[in-house]
T-cell receptor
């Protein structure tokens, strides 16, 4: 069984640029969620995808968008990067839509915006 | 609105002493409550959830709907319990599933 993987590990961008982060779900999982974790804070929910459709979104602007592919891997895209977007971005997969399911987290991508 | 509150950012206890990590929540509807843990240089992982009503690594957590709390307890702390602990809540809302994490409590167990 393969765990959740994320790429890249680290990324440095400048303000105004666009970035794409990638996530591969744990084997057998069809649901993926993305979180932003600023330094010293808990993870903040960005959105969730289930079978390629968005199924829940946190309080993030539209410049945060996502995709889920038929193999259940996922992308997080952020346009017009701002300094405050600097954070650890976590991907988590789960078995399905039920909110009580355990989420399995990846190691995260550290994004720095200069 | 703050959904999950963990009042202690840092908590230190001696090995063998009881430990309680506090979590209070604010949510209308029927939330699911969880405790996630992150050990040093490891990824975030589930410790326990209220629907399972189980004890994991000696930890228990009781959902108190009246006090809207989900405190994590262990009668005798061990050094390997030193980690960052996050209380989390999930629920189904009109906009879809939502997930909320607290700011975390860093637990240090002193030998």
């Amino acid at each position: 069984e393969t765990g959740v993987t994320q790429s890249p590990t680290h990324l440095i961008k400048t303000r105004g640029q666009q970035v794409t982060l990638r996530c591969s779900s744990q084997s057998g999982h069809n649901t993926v969620s993305w979180y932003q974790q600023a330094l010293g804070q808990g993870p903040q929910f960005i959105f969730q995808y289930y079978r390629e459709e968005e199924n829940g979104r946190g309080n993030f602007p539209p410049r945060f968008s996502g995709l889920q592919f038929p193999n259940y891997s996922s992308e997080l895209n952020v346009n017009a990067l701002e300094l405050d977007d600097s954070a650890l971005y976590l991907c988590a997969s789960s078995l399905g839509l039920v909110t009580g399911y355990e989420q399995f987290f990846g190691p995260g991508t550290r994004l720095t915006v200069l | 609105a703050q959904r999950v509150t963990q009042p202690e950012k840092l908590l230190s206890v001696f090995k063998g002493a009881p430990v309680e990590l506090k979590c209070n929540y604010s949510y209308s509807g029927s939330p699911e409550l969880f405790w996630y843990v992150q050990y040093s240089r490891q990824r975030l992982q589930l410790l326990l959830r209220h629907i399972s009503r189980e004890s994991i690594k000696g930890f228990t957590a009781d959902l108190n709907k009246g006090e809207t709390s989900f405190h994590l307890k262990k009668p005798f702390a061990q050094e390997e319990d030193s980690a960052m602990y996050y209380c989390a809540l999930s629920g189904r809302e009109s906009t879809g599933n939502q997930f909320y994490f607290g700011t975390g409590t860093s637990l240090t167990v002193i030998p």
